[in-house]
């Protein structure tokens, strides 16, 4: 994947931007389509929240629905909203459930909240009997002390024969805590947990798997799987090789070519000492767009990784970053490349199909799932249209 366009269709401000994003749309059909065989007779949500991963929640919401998705998640219903004009005859689930002042929006937008804790279920149940029948959704907690009714509760809504006919769940679900560690006893635990919680509501449909999950095979798929991550192109499991296609590109634009020489220092706090002659590249990106200042070459003692640093990717070649990443601005040495190999005005990717953004994220000693979310809002954007 080299996330090859045609320049006809890129517009002037994309070509001049100081920062680009260009995203893979095909891809990001094929990943689900790619999530939905592995799924197997399990149907196959979309996870959009925080805006589609950071790649744009209007583009990817109406790809994926194109693609076949007809039930996704968000995390709060102003998101739902937003999604419900690019998936129109969808299910649309809102993670966070609800709270006063917010119910409206689940009856305008037909947005199915999920109901996470006991003081939720309280006001869902005054809220329906107002307003009538509405489709609900039940998270129930197996292990991860996050959101979800505990599972006695959960059971005993389960048999309360007494519950009003107004109060109608379409999915119960639950959510791993190791999913991406295919080792750990606790996917075991709490798929059996979760299981007496589905046996429990016999005839409506239940969900465990996320991204991790569904490649934990069949026993995890349930009615319905949620992937993310993976749709996305990021890495789903710890120690295998990430079988998704890279769905963005990001681009950073070289300001500067500057030649420094042996015994300078670079960037703040001085704490990068060139060995070397060197020419270094200045580029248009710093951790004001998500891009972390964890990444430095070097001056950052809290990462912690004992990795020396992250790298772009500029003509055909890695190029390390020196000194500390700053809010606008990061320093790459070029020293390396051919004579005249980059100048002012060339892109160095910061990640894409060169640079997997989970070895990005590695660097930072994160994941990529924060190198997504935490894209700023200076990139110039470029979706790449899907093939239906």
């Known amino acids: ?46 996870v959009v929240k925080a805006d589609a991963y950071g790649l744009g929640i209007e583009d990817a919401g109406a790809t994926l629905y194109r693609a076949g998705a007809r039930d996704f998640f968000v995390a709060v219903p102003s998101e739902g909203a937003t999604l419900r004009g690019y ?22 937008h037909d947005l199915v909240p999920v109901i996470a804790s006991e003081e939720q279920l309280a006001f869902w149940m005054s809220v329906v009997a107002e307003r009538g029948d509405h489709p609900c959704a ?7 002390n996050r959101l979800g009714l505990l599972i006695d509760d959960a059971l005993a809504l389960a048999d309360d024969v007494s519950r009003p006919a107004s109060f109608s769940p379409v999915l119960v679900l639950s959510h791993l805590a190791c999913g991406d560690d295919p080792t750990s006893p606790m996917n075991a635990q709490q798929l059996q947990a979760f299981r007496q919680v589905a046996e429990a509501f016999e005839g409506i449909e239940s969900s465990l798997a996320a991204s991790a999950g569904t490649f934990l095979g069949p026993d995890f798929h349930f009615d319905l799987t949620r992937p993310g991550i993976a749709v996305y ?24 070519v500057r030649e420094a020489r042996a015994g300078e220092t670079v960037s703040y706090g001085a704490t990068h000492v060139l ?45 390390p970053i020196v000194g500390r990443v700053t809010m606008d601005l990061t320093i790459f040495d070029v020293t390396d490349l051919p004579a005249n190999a980059v100048s002012a005005g060339d892109y160095v990717e910061l990640f894409g199909a060169n640079l997997p953004v989970d070895e990005v994220a590695r660097s930072a000693g994160t994941i990529g799932y924060e190198m997504l979310t935490g894209l700023g809002l200076r990139y110039e954007r470029h979706y790449i249209d899907s093939i239906d």
Not at 138 to 144: E, I
Request: charged content about 20%; cysteine-free; overall charge negative.
């Open 233 to 256: 192109g990021g890495e789903a499991v710890h120690g295998v090789a990430n079988p998704m296609r890279p769905v963005v590109k990001a681009e950073a634009r070289i300001l500067q």
């Open 1 to 46: 994947m080299t996330f090859d366009v045609d320049p006809d269709f890129l517009t002037d401000e994309f070509l001049a931007a100081p920062l680009r994003l260009t995203v893979d749309l095909q891809a990001l059909a094929d990943n689900w389509r790619d999530m939905a065989r592995r799924s197997g007779s399990a149907r196959t949500a979309a």
């Open 275 to 319: 060995t070397r002659d060197s020419r270094l590249a200045i580029a248009s990106v710093g951790y004001a767009d998500g891009y972390l200042r964890n990444l430095s070459g070097a001056g950052v003692p809290l990462r912690g990784t004992g990795i020396a640093g992250a790298y772009g990717f500029i003509a055909g070649h890695l190029v």
């Open 87 to 108: 998936a129109p005859e969808a299910r649309i689930f809102v993670l966070s459930g609800l709270w006063p002042g917010v119910e409206h929006l689940f009856f305008e």
């Open 138 to 144: 039940l998270h129930v907690d197996t292990g991860f």
